[in-house]
Nanobody, 121 residues
Framework: VQLQASGGGLVQPGGSLTLSCAVS????????INWFRQAPGKEREGVSC????????YYEDSVRGRFTIFRDNEKKVVHLKMTNSTPEDTATYYC???????????????WGQGTLVTVSS
């Protein structure tokens, strides 16, 4: 499984940004897709997950209501739309995949490279 994250950049506080994770090597329907992030000096944390089994969506408390995860099966891409961004959202964002959703990095088998998001005025 190969994962390619993109879409990071500079966004102003309160602004929006959409990250993308292109998936190859397996059908998108066979995978649960996770987004993690890691801020400088902090541990990697789970942000969101889209379950393969029933399409359930999971969000970390600080992003719930602001971030939306959704997929395009035809294009084999999973997006993470960030809205109402805050400086605390500044981090390198990673897409990751496994059979099941988990907010625990050690339980995820496939990782893409990160894409940097900076929220600053």
């Amino acid at each position: 499984v190969q994962l390619q994250a993109s879409g990071g950049g500079l966004v102003q506080p309160g602004g929006s940004l959409t990250l993308s994770c292109a998936v190859s090597g397996l059908p998108l329907e066979a995978l649960s897709i996770n987004w993690f992030r890691q801020a400088p000096g902090k541990e990697r944390e789970g942000v969101s997950c889209l379950s393969k089994s029933d399409g359930s969506k999971y969000y970390e408390d600080s992003v719930r209501g602001r971030f939306t995860i959704f997929r395009d099966n035809e294009k084999k891409v999973v997006h993470l739309k960030m809205t109402n961004s805050t400086p605390e959202d500044t981090a390198t964002y990673y897409c990751a995949a496994d059979e099941w959703c988990s907010m625990i990095p050690e339980r995820i088998g496939y990782w893409g490279q990160g894409t940097l998001v900076t929220v600053s005025s």
